[in-house]
Each structure stands twice: as C-alpha cells, then as structure tokens.
C-alpha cells in the first residue's frame, strides 16, 4: 500500500472520528460508538513501554539502511510510550519469543512465522524495495563459490565440499536451500563433508568463501549486491551455482523466493496500538532504494519448507507431535528388549544344559588328572631322555674346538722338536694351552653327564662384561677367520649364571658371526653391552652377506645351519643354556648396511644382591 493511499485512509478514519457519537467502523461494517474509542485510548494510555526485537542477519550497516526511519517513525507516533530496541540472532530471537522478552520484531518471515506459531502474535506489514518489489516473491537464497572455482558450476559438484551458514534456524541462509536439496532427493547433513555454522551476521559467510576458509556458502538473496554498493565485495568474485532466470527479484539467486522480511506484534501490543503501529508503518517514506513497507497476502509456502525439513513450527510441547517425533525411537527400543529378552530366555536354557555337561565334564577331569599323575613319572623320562640326545649332540659340537687346540698343538710341537729343539718359552706355552683345553674338555663332559640326572643348577653372581671379554680372547686366540672385532662393554652389570655356560653361549655366537663374515672385504664384528631396564642387553653384530627373512627365522632349528659342514646345534644349545637361566635370544636385520649383516640380541636378567644362590 502505498503512502497517499494509507493517508486517505487515515483521513477517513479522522472524518469518521468527528461525526458525533462515532469513532469508527467495526470489522462487520457497524459503526463504533465512542465509548470503544475512549476505551482504546484509555487502553493506550496504560503501555509505559514496548520491546522491540531486530534480528541482525546481515551486518549492521546493511540494518541501519533498512530499518533506522522505521523505528524512528514508531518511536515519534508511539510518543510517550518508551521504544526499547534489542539486536538478536535467529537462535537466540526464537528463546527470546519463548520467554516473552519483546512485543515486537523485525525478522524473516520464516523466523517470524516459527516465532507466531509457537508463541502467538501477527506479521503487521512486509519489506519491498526496488529489487524486491513483490512482498510474496523476495526472499530466498544464494548458493555461492569463488568464481575462480572452475570445478564447482553445479550443486552435485557440491558434493562432499565444506558450507558455511548462519544457523540452521536462519530461514534463507538455511532452510530454504536444505528444503529444496531434500527435494531434489538430497541429504543436506550428510551431501557436506563440513557443515560449518558461522553465526550472524551473514556477511562473514562471503568473506570466509572469499577467503577459501570454505568452499560454498549459503546468503540470503540480495546480500551480495548490498554489499557490492557498500563497496565490501566486487560481484565478480563470486558465482551463484544454479542460477535462477525469473524476474520476480533484480538479485542473484539459487532458489524458490518467499516472502520478505515482516514486521510483526505479539499478544502483548494492545489493538489500538497496533493500528497505530500499522498506519505508521505504511506511511514511512520509501529509502533511496525503495525500501518500504507493505502488506504480504501470501504465506502458505512458508510452511511448505517446515513440513519438507520436520521443523515443528506448532506449539513445541504439543503431545501429538511428540509422540510421533519419538515413535521410531520407542519401535526400535522396544525391537531392542524384545530381542535381550529371547536372548536372555535362550541363555537360560542353554545355562541348564552347560550345567549338566559341566557336572559331567568334571567327573571326567577328575579320572583324567588321576591318569595324568600316573603318566607324570614317565613324560619326566621321555622329556629327559629327549635332553639327553640334545645334550649328547653338544658333546659333539661342542669337544671339537678344545679337541680341535690339543690336536693342533701337539702336532705343532711333533713338528717343530723334529726341527731341532722347541724354546722353553713356547713349550711351556703350548703345554699350558693343551692343558686348559683339556681342562675344559673335561669340564664340558661332566657337565653334560650330570643333565642326565635330576640336579641343581649352581648360580653366582657373575660379572658379564668380564665374561664377555674372557670368551672373545678365547675366540681369538684359537679362531682360524682374523676378523676385526670391536667392544663396547658397560662395566659392573652382574647377572646370577653358570659362567661356564653363559661364556659357552657367547662363545657360539662370536664365532657363527665370525664365520658368516670371513669371506667379506670389510668383515667386522660388533660387540656391545648394555643395560636395558631389569635386563642385561648383550648385541653381536656382523656385515655377512644379506639373510631371506626364511632364513633367519629358522636359526635354532636343530639341524639348520648357514655354515658349510655344520651340525645345526650351536644355536639350539645356546637356546636352551639362555633360557635355563631366564634369558632370551634374537636375531634381527640390521638396518644401517642395506639389508647385509645380522644383529643377535642376548637379555639375561639383572641380579638383586651378588651372592650364589641356587636355581633347580
């Protein structure tokens, strides 16, 4: 309606006004007599002061254009009734509606139509402006990317790419676009990878797609020119994705268009102030762009996005309608205990029938421990005996080296007193050297006579680095490979062992590492120890040529061996003397020469206390 037709009306209302005993005309064509008239004022008279709500959905320079003449004509034609103006967000207008905290709002027609369905109250008048000029076909939405976005032209290229918006209860910067996607037979909380709610005001939608913080945004229609003419954006920059080519507004935009924003009342106005309130409005001057309010006839598509998106505009406690929001849920719970109850009825029945088989069950665990005591005796025998041929195999493998050093002395010495006469120096040696290895020879046989017997194992505290160095002299003076081999030895680290089997083990390992390099150009031998928590980490390292994982996982398998004429008994021995005492044996890749060389990691456990103690 425009401005001189709303005075005219305002005229006749004022003629009416002055013919006696008349005010006005009831909404049944009866004239009002004046005591109506006085009652009205009276009731006018009675309002100290009014709450006005604005949402703030697009900056609030882009407000202040919209909306600064309007409460300044109401503040003017409501004088002396205090106008108290409040700025809210679309999540935070609809708590407010709830709360009765205003009496009346600048909002979507949307937010409005939510507000009044669920709180009571009535849109009064309807923005245009030369861009919108149609109240019923103004407000939709803009789907927006950077124009530099070559891939981005349709909304299935939209498809798992990031979208900002204002709210999800902002009406053109959210339900309006999801609505239509859901008719397309899209999903807009899973057709996104990101769903990002940026909060008001709207404008920081287009400059965090500006940005490329995301990919999409989602504007109310006409933002995007309003913020080119404030100079903010440049139009260029942008591109609506699914264009529409109507006529009915002068914006870009990607959507159905809907009513325009309503100035509305709430239960709380009284009637002669809202048609106060309603004259008033109808007569603000048009701003340079036309902006002005009017009337809006035509708000059942509104209603339409609601149903598509299950938004509840009625009354949120209404019972039916949350009956039927929490229906699927009470199906699918009580889906849930009907099967927990089959279940629990099925594993009762078969509680009775394990019951029974476990009577049963341990009538025959009880005849079979009887005859497992009774089989004890000889599994202790056959598991002896098996130690025994292990065992018996050790004496071969290991007498040969000592064997090996009398031999080759004595045949030395045959020699050289054939030449002539042997140095006192070097026959004393050579004697000595038959005699320690005899010695030890000795000692290897009794010790593997008495693991035929049930025995105990004497312990006492040895210490390692000492051990170490004792086995790999040992190697040196009698090894035939002159391999470089290098020590790096923690002193003071004390284990509780059998030294004579320990240093055996060591010396196994040294010379396996000493054979599978002697044929290498650069052959050297690594040795460390080092402490490693409660255990004792002892590291062998060679350069031999490179192992398939195959064969390294096969070292310790009786009879498996990488040496030419070897038994395959070295590395088992050494097994079973490393676990006798609680320790462990490994090999691994090394890692720093391109798959060449091996690592063996011995860990025996760290002694308490330096006195013996016995082990069985």
């Known amino acids: 309606m425009s401005g001189p037709l709303s005075r005219a009306l305002a005229g006749l209302l004022f003629v009416l006004m002055l013919v006696p005993g008349v005010s006005a005309a009831s909404d ?19 309002v ?41 967000g679309p999540d935070s207008f609809l708590k407010a509606a709830e709360k009765e905290s205003f009496d009346m709002s600048i909002a979507s027609s949307g937010l409005t139509s939510l507000m009044i369905e669920r709180t009571g109250g009535l849109p009064l008048a309807a923005v245009v402006s030369d861009e919108a000029p149609d109240p019923n076909y103004a407000n939709g939405a803009a789907i927006i990317v950077r124009a530099d976005r070559p891939e981005l032209r349709t909304l299935e290229d939209l498809r798992g790419r990031s979208v900002a918006i204002m709210s999800r209860t902002a009406f053109a910067g959210w339900q309006i676009p999801a609505s239509e996607m859901v008719r397309k037979g899209l999903d807009p909380e899973a057709f996104f990878s990101e769903i990002r709610v940026s909060g008001y005001p709207m404008t920081r939608i287009v400059q965090e797609v500006k940005s490329g913080e995301v990919d999409v945004g989602f504007v109310a229609t006409c933002l995007l020119e309003r913020m080119a003419r404030g100079g903010q954006i440049d139009q260029k920059d942008f591109r609506v994705i699914g264009e529409h080519a109507d006529r009915l507004v002068a914006c870009r935009h990607s959507t159905e268009l809907y009513p325009n924003w309503f100035f509305s009342i709430k239960p709380s106005v009284p009637t002669s102030v809202a048609r106060t309130l309603t004259a008033t409005l109808l007569d603000v001057p048009a701003a340079p762009d036309g902006t002005q309010w009017t009337i809006s006839n035509d708000n059942r598509r509104l209603f339409e996005v609601f149903r598509v998106l299950q938004v509840p505009y009625g009354n949120p406690d209404d019972f039916g309608r949350f009956v039927r929001r929490i229906l699927p849920w009470v199906v699918g719970a009580g889906g849930v205990l009907l099967i927990l109850l089959l279940n629990t009825l099925l594993l009762a029945r078969l509680a009775s029938h394990r019951a029974r088989a476990l009577e049963k069950a341990m009538d025959e665990k009880l005849r079979a421990e009887l005859a497992a005591q009774q089989n004890a005796v000889q599994i202790e025998s056959l598991t002896r005996a098996s130690a025994v041929g292990l065992l018996s195999s050790m004496v071969a493998h290991e007498l040969k080296q000592p064997l090996t050093v009398i031999g080759n002395y004595a045949g030395s010495l045959r020699r050289r007193l054939s030449r002539g006469e042997v140095p006192h120096e070097t026959l004393l040696a050579s004697i000595t050297e038959i005699e320690d290895s005899g010695t030890r020879a000795a000692a290897i046989i009794d010790r593997v006579r008495s693991y035929g017997q049930v025995r105990t194992r004497s312990l006492a505290a040895v210490d390692l680095s000492d051990l170490v160095k004792t086995a790999v002299a040992r190697w040196r003076r009698h090894s035939a490979h002159r391999v470089p081999c290098t020590l790096d030895l923690e002193p003071g680290l004390t284990v509780e062992a059998d030294r004579l089997e320990i240093e055996l083990a060591v010396l196994n390992i040294v010379k396996n590492a000493a054979a599978a390099v002697k044929d290498q150009p650069d052959a050297a031998i690594e040795v460390t120890l080092k402490a490693d928590g409660a255990y004792a980490r002892l590291c062998i390292a060679d350069n031999g040529p490179e192992l398939s ?20 008994l070295g590395i088992a021995i050494v097994h079973s003397l490393l676990e006798a005492h609680g320790g462990s044996l490994a090999y691994r890749r090394r890692t720093d020469l391109g798959g060449r060389g091996l690592v063996c990691t011995v860990r025996l456990p760290l002694s308490g206390a330096p006195e013996d103690r016995t082990a069985a």
């Open 549 to 568: 994982d195959e064969e390294i996982a096969r070292l310790g398998d009786i009879g498996y061996t990488t040496t030419a004429g070897g038994l395959g």
């Open 28 to 46: 049944d064509g009866m004239l009002v007599p004046d005591s109506a008239h006085a009652a009205a004022e009276s009731e006018t008279a009675s």
């Open 48 to 88: 100290k002061r009014l709450r006005l709500a604005i949402v703030n959905s697009y900056g609030m320079s882009i407000m202040d254009d919209y909306y600064s003449r309007t409460i300044e004509a109401v503040k003017e034609k409501l004088t002396p009734i205090e106008i108290d103006v409040k700025i809210y």
